[in-house]
Structures are given as structure tokens and as C-alpha cells.
């Protein structure tokens, strides 16, 4: 199984622009996005569309009531109370079109996205080969199993498997990397092309593996769209959970009236609607379903294609990710780790040497050798234009070059011993203590003079155990799996800080170790991407495939990361684990909301029977009116401005439960007590200020 | 507040905390079979008795068979007190001839006992005869108790099993519960109770001629067994109509400490079975801490608001204030309230009962200021996990637990789990119907009674005070509770029928949601604890808990109360009496 490199740095700089609209488009204030979201929102005041939300429904239809009861006195002949009612039915509609509006921003900003998509989506001709005979046909013609080819500067007409042929495919346009890929038959990673996708040298003969409508394309579009969004298991609970709310304080405000006229007084209905309004959970009901599109939109921001919001909600569960050696936590090639002299040669002497005998050798091997020389101090001259380079064959195994009479050679430890006509003792040890660490021994000989042995290392990328460290500190083990023997394995675990290693696995091993993980009850995520993956991928709470990745694994897979870069998984459960987050957030800022509001207008729908019940005004609100009103916009208003919130997700940060829990408590729960006294304090002054109390 | 009175309450607190692992740990090695007397004594007698009913104790039932079986026991058992209590007059021990009930008493009294309500319509010594009290009513305070510990058992073992829909035998359960907890825990407390002068005996009623002349009336009876059981079993019946402010009933202190302590014992000791049986003793401890800090905090706020007394009182120039000496004064509220018990004991009670789903009084909660009178309702509308009723405390401070876990949870990031189960969708429609039969049988009912001529006349007093009267009754019958605010006439055919189908609908509809809801989690696999699972053991969620379990049942029952003890408060503070 062999990973792709990963993005090195210089990769992304590179970034073609669509990458950078993508990013634009994570900005809130994108004005297309959210002139189009107000007229949807008014749309969505159909109450069809609001079947699914209980909440919202409720709002929309104590809007209704309320309106007709303006309705009522404004053509009637009572003069009382027609200003409250009318201000208080405006709010409520606002309620209703504030919720719909943060829906219509969160599916704006997927739509934006799809378009991109389909802009690239051209019904293109393509060269159907049927037995033999060419014929031109259109791309929506073609069926599973159909052979195509496909020429440079031409667009592949379909999602398939390269059966024929070598040559570079920009995918700029669904990755956003500029940087051409190889394609050609017969590999795990370089054999799938996805259709939209431009040949940009050379030709391929590509056999069709989706028939129209179903390819990766379309399945995406569809994604970011947001048109086949199925509720997530925790969204339904949790919309159970809010319709429950909704029923109590249906019941709470529902027989109010009852009560109060056997103690002898009433309340306006204008008044039960405001206090049911305000009390069931409307901020968190308003928001929901804003909360989980963005959640699937911030994973298409890092180029991860979600096949269903159940995945990116299962992410934030994960208990143990596998987690490939190679490419995933080394970079998969040998670098210059150390250069180490044997007789009694100095360090200074095989330095130089090794850096002399690599300076023209653009290797990544090489590479390393004149970078880690450098790093050391050795400057050499930088390459001799006389010397005469040796290159590496598979009969000699060893490079060099030969300049003034030195002849400098590095390779295998057997074979440029071979060359050497006195052997040191320690060359043995040495080079048998580095291939026990798992490293790579590159023995350099100047002439027939062993000199030592450089240290290839198998290189552990930057900054990994660090993340290795934040996944230990939010309860995720980290479990990594190589072909290496024992020892290697070893070091590599214990240098990258991995929990766990599997050494010495066969493809199939990493079967058994997700059965045997989720045995115990944990959710394993993995990434990868050859055919041999694939069952594991299925098998796996969350697989994610590479772009670069066979057909038959990204249909296995959940997600399909398009940078192919295997660290990502990091991301995608932090993405996870962000939105279950803001739902429960918002759900206590929800609820801890209605002490105030009970506080508003409890005293002022009942002031009229017990006028002692002034000393609950603890706001002093000016009037019952103004109170009631006052708690009304609060409500409405503060969905408005949570919606920023709901699209970006609650800040996550890798830490234990507990603290996690203490912080969003302290902000959500706390703040959600304290904060609508002061809105709605503030509301009140300002509606005496303007003389509409 | 007199120090006196802080001590009473903290040591009454220390005492239940004390005996809590002890019997804890007794009724976890009874559950379990385990331990030597289980095996070498308790065993073979069940044995004995599972062999004469044709139980196979080796048999598991699923949710819906323990269902079935606990329906059904019920259902008999509710038949054959209407019938005992319709057939009265023909029945042996009747030394006062009483006759029999009508049909709407004996359907709300059969209804109040087989639920562990309790609620009573009827005053004791002059409606029921001693067959009745013993055949009738004391063997469902034992069966309707050890019916509620084995629903709970049921939902423990939901937590603590996977993969399985096999929930323990109900039979089993059921014969264990009464056999070795409430058996000899009663017996232990009956004798306890009869050295402290509460009577049992099958006398009749004896004519007594007082020091002043006059001819009074005692009535008799086996009071100190049924006394037991209905502290114990979280029941609340009183023998008497007074219930445990009569001497016969409640003679000393030190017997209404007893007695006062047996009400939270059961429900108190079962968070530690709760924890042995989940493998955490601090997972039991941290739903004891959310219990103790909620029973702590009602303690102290009924016992300050009584002791403070009457404003009005004040104005007139009344003292209310504790004094020693000559002018000995207990001061505060004593109006409803025994001499011998004072102040403390009486808040005590007032929460404890209330707390707990006992509802046996020892002073008349109609009588307690506005805000003292509050806490024992809010008691109540809290679903009554302040230990709440034996089983049921545990179980509806559990659904508590799954709600306030839920948010918890996905607020650190996760989809929420508990004690190694996932909280989904099935688990929250169960957790809601289990909320909504209850708010919506006390919230509903009452505004049907304040809305009919039938419901009108119940209440003694008019105005804000009579409704509160009427919203005690509906809450008290809801929370298979039993105590009874006083002032209400409620022996009519519309209160009798209307309390009766609550107290039934309160008591098994939730029962059932809690089965089926450990048939959901039994089924599930377990999942591993890690540190990005959310402690729910910690004082943090300990806090968190008691803050959900607060404002949910605050934010339900806040304009109700509203316009009952929160107005009468501001209206008595004002000077005004309705």
C-alpha cells in the first residue's frame, strides 16, 4: 500500500484560484450570498417548508394568531391595545424570517459552492471506442463500462479507471491544486481520473465507471448543496428534545388563562403568544439546521467531501484513529539523519566528502545529505563543473562522482565495501546499529578508503507529535500501522508519540485491528486509498479516501479528502466534534434565555390581577407592554446575530471534557442566564427613548 | 433560623449519609444474589417460594415481558383493593362496623395505593376497617414499593448490560425487594416505633372521659406495622387521617426522627446500589451529592421561611422571634404544626415527604407561609428525585441525568453518552414522553378543575390561595406523591375520578417509558471510557445536573406557581389576606 507525498508547503502555495475563492467564500459577508438568503427567507415562510421544525412552526403559527387578532381590532371597533399587538405580530414574523434567514445563508454558501462545480459540469463530446471503431458521442451518452479517449487539453468526459496511456491531469478544478498529476493504468493511486478533470499532456484511453447523474461530480454538487440533507441520528434526538420543550411550555402557557380567570382576572392572548414565543426554544430551534449545513460547508472549505453529515457527526465521536506510517507520519522517503565516521576518520572528513559526492544528485536522498551538511556547517564549493558524475545503477548500487583524482562514491554498505581494500571494524556495528532503528546505512568511500557511514532516516514530519499530543489531551488514541519490523516501528511510534503500533501488517491486518477496536466499543476513523483499503474503509466509523485514491475506495469510503493528504483526518474530527458542539451551545443559551424572560413577562401579563407582583419587575421595564415587547425582540434579534456563530461553529480546542465542558458552560450557560437581562433592559430603554412603549 | 434548628436538619443529613453505603451494599448483594446470607439463607427460602408460583427465576424478560408482568401484577392488585374496600362491611375485623366505600373512593383509594401514591381521600379510623388497612392497603405499600425498586433495577441493568434485551425477571425482583429490604427493614422499624408508644393492636375504639369531663373518642388499631412500611416504601398512607401528627401515629421526637429518616432511606441507599451496580460507587455518590444539595437547600429555605413567620403578624406587633425563658417561644409559623415536633422537624418532613414521593405529613403544608408552603409543590413538580419515591426518585433523577448529559455532551463535542451508552433519538422520545405524561396530567387536570363547577367547589379558600389548593392536589397525584395540601374537599366523585386516573396514567405511563427505555440501552454496545468523555461524576456535572433538574422544572411550572405561592407571598408581604 504506498501513499501519495503529501502537500508539502511549496504545494500550496501554488494554489490555483479557485482554492482562493473557496476561501473568500468562508467570509460571513459575502453580499450575493446574503441578499439572495433574504428573499429566500421569505419563501421559506411556507409552512410546508417548516414542517420539520417544530419550533419554528409553533412561531410561525402564534404570528398568524397575533395577526389576525391586529387584524381584528385594527377593522373593529376596539381602539385598546391595537399598537402592542401589531409591534408584537411584526417580531414574531421577524422571528420566523430571522430563522429562515440563517437556513437560507448556510445553504447559500454550499449553493455557492456547487456552482463552481457545476460550471465545470460542460456537456463535452467525447470519443466512444467501441470495438475498435471511434465515434463522437456526448458525455451524458455514456454508460458504465464504455472505453474513451481522451487527448491533451481536452476534458475527461466521466469519472474512470485509466486502462491505457501515460499522461499529466490538471485537477485544478475540483482540488483547487494547480500542480498537474500523473495518471497511467495499473496503479492504486494514479489509475482513477474524475470526470471535468483536463488531460493536460500526452493522451489516456479511460474505461467509464459511473453512469450520468451518479458520478463523483454529481454526488458532490448534490452534497454541498445540501438538496439530499438527511437529519443526522444527534439532530433528530436533539429535535426530539426541543419538540418536548416545545410541548411542556405549550402546556406551561396553555393554561395560564384558566388560572388566571379563577382568581378572578385574564390575560391577552397577544400576551400568551409573546411568552410561549419567547420561552420554547426558538434560538437553538431556529438555528439547527443552519448549525449542520455549515458543518458539511467547513468541510468542503478543507477539501473534504462528506458523503453524509452522519460522518462528519460520527467524526467528533471518534475514539482511535489508524493511522498509516508512511505519508501519514513520515514523509515516506529517507533523509540524511546523521553523518557517522568509522576508523579513525573525523566527522569533518565524510562530511565533506558525502557532500561533495551529492552536490549535483537531485534525489530527495541527496538532497537531504547536502542540507543536512550544510545544517552542520560544512560549506562545500558548491559543484565542481569538471567533476564527473557516477550514477546510480541497480548493478553497482552506489553514486558518486570523480574529480582530481578522488574517486567518491556512497551507496549500499556491502557493496561499496566492495571497493575499499581495508575495512574498519566499527563499519559493521555502526551500520547494523542503524538498520536495527530502522534507518538506512549509506556507507562513503573515498577512493578504496572507508570514511563512514551516513544515517538515511525514515523522518518523522514536523509539528505531528504535537498533534499526536492534542488528540491524547481530547481522549483520542492515535494507533499506527507500517510494514516495518518491530524495532523500526518502534522508534518511529516513539519519536511521532503515537498510543499504539501494528508492526509488520498486511493489508488485511487492518481489518482485524478495526473489528477488534470497535469490539471494545470505540469509533475508528483511517484514510486510505488503494483497492485493498477499501474493505477496511467500509468497515471503518470514518474512512476517509484520497482523490488520488482507486474508485473502489473512495466508494467505500464516507469522506473523500481531495488534497489527499492523510493528516487531514485531524481536521475532519476537529470539524466533528466543532459542530455537536454549537448545537449543544446553543441549546443552553436556548434554554438558561427563559429565566429572563420569565422575568419580563410573567410580572406584566399578571400585573393587571396582582399589582404587588411589580416587585418580579426586577429589570424595571417602563410598561407591561414595553416589557412583553422588549423580550419579544430580544428573541427575535438574537438569532439574527448568532448566526455568524452557527455558520463558523464554537471555537474547539483539544482539551479534557471537563474543561471543554467548564468553558462553554461558563459562556453558554452563565452568559445565556445573564446576558438577554441586559438585552432586554436595554431593548426597553430604547423603545421608551423612542416613545413606542 | 435558631442554631438548634441548623443542627437538627445537618444531623438529620448525616445520619441518612451514614446509613446510605451500608444499605446500599445490603441491597446490592441482595439484587445480585450475592454474599453469604443471599446463598445460604435467602436462596433456598426464594427457591421454596418460586417453585410454589411456578417461577423459573432462571428466565429473563425483555422490556416488554417485565412490562407485561408488572402491568398485570398491578392490575390485580388494584382489583383486589377495590374489591376488599367495596366488600368491607362483610369482611372480618371490622370491630366499628364500617361499611363499605362508595365506588369513587374505592377506585381512587385502589388507584392511590397500587401507584405508591397514597393520596386519601378518606380519613383512616372512620372509613376503613383493619382487614382493610392490613390486606388491602399495607400489602401494597410493600408490593407497590418493591414494584418501583424493580423498575429501576431494570433501568440499571439497561446501563450496565449490552448487546442483550434480557432485563432480569420481574418475579424475582419483585420477591426479593419485598422479602429481604422491606420485610425486615419494617419489622426492625415497627418495633422501634411501638417503644416509642405508637400503638397495634385489634381493639375497638375506646371511649375515654377526659380530665375535664368530657367523653372523647380514641380510635385504635395495628397502626405501628402499616406506620413503617408507609415510611419506608416511600407510600405516605397515614392509618390515621392526621397521618403522623397523631400521637398514636407519631408520638416522640425520637419517633419522628425515625420516622423522618425512613421516608429518604431506601431512596438514599439505592444511589449506592446504583453506583455497585455500574461498577462506580462514585457515579451512585454523584447523583446522592445532586439529591443532597437540592434536599439541603429546600431544608433550609422551607425551615427560614417558617421561621420567619408572618409578616403581617409583625406589623401587628406580634413577636416571632425565638426566645428562651420565661417567655419560652418556639416563634415563626406554628399555626399546622405539632408542639412536640417544632419547626425544623416540621420542615424536615415537609421536604422529605415531598422530596421523596412519601407524602405522610407531620404538620399541614396548607398552613406554611406562602414561600414554605412553596418548596414542598416545587418538590413535587421537580418529578420528585429529591431521593424521590423508592425506584422512582432514582429512576426520574436518571432521565434527568440522560437530558442533562445530552446537552452536555455534544457541548464538549461528542454525541452524548452515559455511563457508556450513546444517547439517540429512541432514548430522548422515551426521556420526553416520560416528562410530558407527568407536566401534562398536573398542568392540565388543574385547569380543568379550576374550570368546571365540580372542580370549583373543592377548594376551602377563594382567590390565589384556593387555587393553590386545587394545583397541590393535581401536583401531588401526579407525582404519585399522596400528601395533601389540606382545605381541599376531594372525597367528591369528580376529584376521586379525576385524581385517581391521574395518579394511574403518572405512575405506569412513565413506568413503562423507563422499561422500555432500558430495553433501548440494553440493546446498545457499550462504549469506552476516555478523557473526551464527559466525567459524570465530577462536582462539575454534579452542579450541572441539579441546575437542568432545577430550571426544567422551574421553566414548566413558574406561571403556575406564579399566580398560587409566589402571588399569595408578594400579596401577605403587602399586608393583603385574600
Known sequence: MSVQMPNAPEYREGRSEIAKQRQARASIWNWPIILQATIDSVKKLNPLHLLGNPVMLV???????????????????????????????????????????????????????????????????????????????????????????????????????????????????????????????????????????????????????????????????????????????????????????????????????????????????????????????????????????????????????????????????????????????????????????????????????????????????????????????????????????????????MSGMALDGHRIMKGAVDAVSKLATNIPADLETVSTRIAMAGGTPLAVVDNAEVLGVIYLKDTVKPGIKAKFEEMRRAGIRTVMITGDNKLTAATIAAEAGVDDFVAEAKPEDKMQLIRDEQALGRLVAMTGDGTNDAPALAQADVGVAMNSGTAAAKEAANMVDLDSDPTKLMDVVAVGKQMLMTRGSLTTFSIANDVSKYFAIIPAMFIGIYPQLDKMNVMRLSTPESAILSAVIFNALIIILLVPLALRGVAYRAAPAADILRGNLLIYGVGGLIAPFIGIKLIDMLLVLLQLD | MTIFGVLHILLFFFVVLALTKPLGAYMHAVFEGEGILSKKVFGPVERVIFRVFFVDAKVEMDWKRYALSMIMFSAVSMLAVYTILRAQGDLPLNPQDLPGTTPHLAFNTAASFTSNTNWQSYGGETTMSYFSQMVALTVQNFVSAAVGIAVVLVLIRGFTRKSTSDLGNFWVDLTRCTLWILLPMSSILALLLVSQGVIQNFDSYKEITTVEGAKQIFAMGPAASQIAIKQLGTNGGGFFNANSAVPFENPTPFSNFLEAVSIILIPAGLTYTFGKMVGSTRQGWAVFAAMSVIFLAGTFFVYNAEQTGNPTLDDLGVSQSYETGDLASSGGNMEGKEIRFGIADSAIWAVSTTGASNGSVNSMHDSYTPLGGLIPMFNMHLGEVVFGGVGSGLYGMLVFAIISVFIAGLMIGRTPEYLGKKIGPKEMKLAGIYFLTTSAMMLLLTAVAVSVDQGKVGPLNAGAHGYSEILYAFTSAGANNGSAFGGLTANTEFYNTALGISMLVCRFVPMIAILALAGALANKQKVPTTAGTLPTDSPLFVGFLVGVVIIVGGLTFFPALTLGPIVEHFLVNAGILS
Not at chain 1, 539523519?337 to 579513525?344: K, L, M, S
Open chain 1, 59 to 397: 412561531v410561525e403559527i402564534g404570528a398568524l394568531v397575533t395577526t389576525v387578532l391586529w387584524l381584528d381590532i385594527a377593522f373593529g371597533d376596539r381602539a385598546e391595545g391595537g399598537f402592542f399587538t401589531a409591534a408584537v405580530s411584526v417580531w414574531l414574523w421577524f422571528t420566523v424570517l430571522f430563522a429562515n434567514f440563517a437556513e437560507a445563508m448556510a445553504e447559500g454558501r454550499g449553493k455557492a459552492q456547487a456552482n463552481t462545480l457545476r460550471a465545470m459540469k460542460r456537456d463535452t463530446m467525447a470519443r466512444r471506442d467501441r470495438d475498435g471503431r471511434i465515434e463522437e458521442v456526448p458525455s451524458s451518452e455514456l454508460r458504465i463500462g464504455d472505453i474513451v479517449r481522451v487527448e491533451a487539453g481536452e476534458i475527461i468526459p466521466g469519472d474512470g479507471d485509466v486502462i491505457e496511456g501515460v499522461a499529466y491531469v490538471s485537477e485544478a478544478a475540483i482540488t483547487g491544486e494547480s500542480a498537474p498529476v500523473i495518471k497511467e493504468p495499473g496503479t492504486d493511486i494514479r489509475t482513477s481520473v474524475t470526470g471535468g478533470t483536463t488531460v493536460t499532456s500526452d493522451w489516456l484511453r479511460v474505461r467509464i465507471s459511473a453512469n450520468p447523474g451518479e458520478t463523483f461530480l454529481d454526488r458532490m454538487i448534490a452534497l454541498v448543496e445540501g438538496a439530499q440533507r438527511q437529519k443526522t441520528p444527534n439532530e433528530i434526538a436533539l429535535n426530539i428534545l426541543l419538540a418536548t420543550f416545545t410541548i411542556i411550555f405549550l402546556l406551561a402557557v396553555g393554561t395560564v388563562r384558566p388560572f388566571a380567570q379563577y382568581v378572578g382576572g385574564d390575560v391577552t392572548t397577544t400576551a400568551l403568544v409573546a411568552l410561549l414565543v419567547c420561552l420554547i426554544p426558538t434560538t437553538i430551534g431556529g438555528l439547527l439546521s443552519a448549525i449542520g449545513i455549515a458543518g458539511m460547508d467547513r468541510m468542503v472549505q478543507r477539501n473534504v467531501l462528506a458523503m453524509s453529515g452522519k460522518a462528519v457527526e460520527t467524526a467528533g465521536d471518534i475514539d482511535t484513529l489508524l493511522l498509516d506510517k508512511t505519508g501519514t507520519i513520515t514523509f515516506g522517503n529517507r533523509l540524511a539523519a546523521e553523518f557517522i565516521p568509522v576508523g579513525d576518520h573525523s566527522e569533518k572528513e565524510i562530511a565533506t566528502a558525502a557532500l561533495q559526492s551529492s552536490l549535483a544528485d537531485e534525489t530527495p536522498e541527496g538532497k537531504s545529505i547536502v542540507d543536512l551538511a550544510h545544517r552542520l556547517g560544512y560549506n562545500g564549493v558548491g559543484a565542481d563543473p569538471r567533476a564527473e558524475l557516477i550514477p546510480f545503477t541497480a548493478e553497482t548500487r
